[in-house]
């Protein structure tokens, strides 16, 4: 074919293919249209990676975790994902081509700001018993039978609208106990201990990741997926050591703060207890040891690829591609260059541009995800229309 046929047929499908719709975004953030050619690495990434993640589905029904709407014309595209994939394994050009020809690429800025937020996050392994002992006294609770999650749309007349849970009482219903009243014996007598830890800061540190391995005196592990909250607001205790103890807040790393905690139990329990937010945990004990755990989405999360995200804002299985340098734990920097699919959320990952890196399991993988809180180009996918 001669170089102006190629160019013909080239202008005919560009001509063809659906203008790209801008993602919705809050007021004061802004969507810039880019062009995947003009993307630095995007030509060098392996997408069959996140291909594979993003055929496994945008979320299970009903997933772990409410989030946005996800758009119908996304759920289409993981159905082609996963026809493309019945018919064999794809080469990177033909996993690349998949993304290429059914997204338009936004380069998203938040308010008053030129690049998003990154934070890292990771599944913690302790040591824990299957019953209470003086060696394992601080219990991890099953979701409470009352406990209500507010979903979009939800109106609780006489409630504070930061609430995002409540307890179904009698009367109607009512704010859940914040950490301190659960801490001192409002879950008492209801039997939903399910598993007991070494101290409260295992447990918070537990609940700040959302998930969790417990190894037994035997050796065997149970795996621990989130089941809700208390719906308090949650209040990062980083910040507050931060401020009070006058430490920069690129120093205050998860390592630090939890030598700090670990040190003083009486100076633990107290800042602790200042995150009012307190999260409730369920056995997954058919989750495959290899399998990473579970995200909001429902579905496992893989590590360098999943990412949470502001669940009012983005739809899981939203991909995005991400460019940054985060620590590579070892006292270096690592270039992060590579497409991302929204699989999570959290509590404290609010806004258009503000994520959370998931980096793995275990001890390495936690050092390294509390050294990350570096800015990052944050160019999210979204689905043209008609595809």
């Known amino acids: 074919m001669s170089r102006i046929a190629l160019l013909a047929a080239s202008l005919l499908i560009t001509a063809m293919t659906p203008a790209p719709a801008a993602p919705p975004l809050p007021p004061g ?19 069959r990676m996140a291909l594979a993640i993003f055929a496994a589905g945008c979320a299970t029904e009903p997933p772990l975790r409410q989030g946005a709407p996800i758009p119908a014309t996304l759920m289409r595209i993981c159905r082609d994902a996963r026809e493309l994939l019945a018919k064999g394994q794809p080469d990177r050009a033909t996993a690349r081509r998949f ?11 938040p308010e008053n700001a030129e690049r998003g937020f990154m934070t890292g996050y990771f599944e913690p392994e302790f040591e824990g018993s299957l019953t209470s002992s003086a060696a394992y006294p601080t219990p991890l609770y099953d979701r409470p039978a009352d406990l209500v999650t507010r979903q979009q749309g939800d109106v609780w007349p006489g409630l504070d609208p930061a609430l995002s849970s409540a307890r179904r009482t009698a009367q109607g219903l009512a704010p859940f106990p914040d950490r301190t009243a659960i801490e001192t014996g ?25 998930s969790g391995r417990v ?5 065997k592990v149970v795996r621990l997926i989130y089941s809700g909250r208390n719906g308090h607001p949650y209040t990062s205790l980083g910040r507050v ?10 120093q205050m790393t998860m390592d630090r703060l939890i030598a700090r905690l670990k040190a003083d139990p009486d100076f633990a329990r107290d800042l602790i207890r200042l995150n009012k937010s307190f999260v409730f945990f369920t056995r997954k004990d058919d989750l495959p040891a290899e399998s990473g755990p579970i995200g909001g989405a429902g579905l496992p999360l893989t590590p360098l690829r999943s990412i949470a995200v502001d669940r009012a804002l983005w739809p899981y299985g939203m ?17 992060l260059v590579r497409l991302m699919i929204a699989q999570d959320t959290g509590s404290a990952i609010l806004g258009p541009a503000r994520i959370d890196l998931f980096l793995g399991s ?17 160019t999210v996918l979204w689905p043209r229309e008609g595809r």
């Open 319 to 335: 991909p995005a591609w991400i460019n940054t340098e985060i620590p590579d734990g070892k006292g270096g920097m690592e270039r």
């Open 99 to 109: 993304f290429e020809e059914r997204f338009g690429f936004w380069l998203i800025r």
């Open 362 to 378: 275990g001890a390495a993988a936690g050092h390294r995800a509390g050294l990350v809180r570096h800015p990052f180009d944050f």
């Open 29 to 47: 953030a802004r969507a810039e249209a880019v062009s995947f050619s003009s993307i630095p690495g995007w030509q060098d990434d392996d997408q």
């Open 241 to 250: 050591l931060s401020e009070r103890e006058n430490i920069p807040p690129a």
């Open 186 to 210: 409002a879950l008492d007598g209801q039997g939903l201990e399910i598993v007991w830890l070494r101290d409260p800061v295992d447990r918070f540190v537990l609940q700040v990741q959302g």
């Open 215 to 219: 190894r037994l005196p035997d050796g």
